[in-house]
């Protein structure tokens, strides 16, 4: 119970949490490069691993090119995507996304979500994003409605019970509308079957992934599977 916390406690607890605004709140006559380590130097990281740190993310990002451009030139997708790597800049566990697609176009919007589930693959820290953009919201894998501070509708659509629904015989299509086909990780033959893989669920850090797999015979559900894969990361960045 995070209100229950000691006061000593409080700032461990900011360390493991990273948050990502709709205005984006760069320095803007600072470098990308800067915007990012500020996060990293409140936290008396060395400047070694703030630069190493700092150059990962923007590859990762697609950004690299931007690492002594002055935030205040830069696009909005790019602004955004600063943001998200100052967050992610201290390995949260959790990170927190007020609006990040409030302030631009559908597009770029689309682009920075993908880019969220891809940080939630790689990293494999938990991604919560306050939105009033219901097409937005149906990404998610799991999708809570407030209404007045208080939880009025949820789905979760990885559920075991939605993952049990899926039976011999159901087509793709079906399949797709009932799992959601943008939270498909991809799909593969296998000794004559082609396979679709849906993630769910991350466990140490995003090292280990649970898949839960079905397999087609052409157009038609022949079976379903779990299956475990570990993604070795460099420990540095862990």
């Known amino acids: 119970d995070v209100a229950k916390l000691p006061q000593r406690q409080i700032h461990v607890l ?3 949490v990273g948050m990502a605004y709709q205005d984006f709140k760069l320095l803007p006559e600072r470098t990308v490069a800067d915007n990012i380590a500020i996060s990293m ?3 008396y990281r060395t400047p070694a691993f703030i630069e190493k ?9 697609d950004l690299a090119k931007k690492y002594a451009t ?8 790019e ?8 967050a992610l800049a201290k390995n949260p566990k959790l990170l927190l996304c007020d609006e990040p697609t409030g302030a631009l176009d559908y597009k770029t919007s689309k682009e ?17 994003i306050v939105t009033h953009n219901a097409a937005i919201a149906r990404m998610a894998n799991r999708m809570l409605r407030l209404r007045d501070g208080r939880i009025v509708e949820q789905h979760d659509a990885l559920a075991p019970e939605n993952l049990a629904r899926i039976k011999p015989g159901m087509t793709k299509a079906e399949v797709d509308r009932l799992l959601g086909a943008h939270r498909r990780e991809h799909f593969y033959s296998l000794s004559g079957e082609e396979v679709w893989d849906w993630n769910i669920r991350n466990e140490w850090r995003g090292v280990l992934f649970t898949l839960f797999n079905v397999h087609f015979k052409g157009d038609v559900v022949e079976r379903t599977s ?3 894969v570990y993604n070795w990361l460099d420990p540095d960045a862990m």
């Open 41 to 43: 130097e409140v936290a």
């Open 70 to 77: 002055p935030a205040e030139y830069l696009s909005r997708g």
């Open 112 to 128: 920075i979500l993908q880019l969220m589930e891809d940080v939630n693959r790689t990293y494999g820290c938990t991604i919560i």
């Open 53 to 61: 740190r700092t150059r990962e993310l923007l590859d990762r990002l």
């Open 226 to 228: 779990v299956s475990y």
């Open 14 to 16: 900011r360390r493991k």
């Open 79 to 86: 602004q955004q995507r600063v943001s998200i790597a100052r």
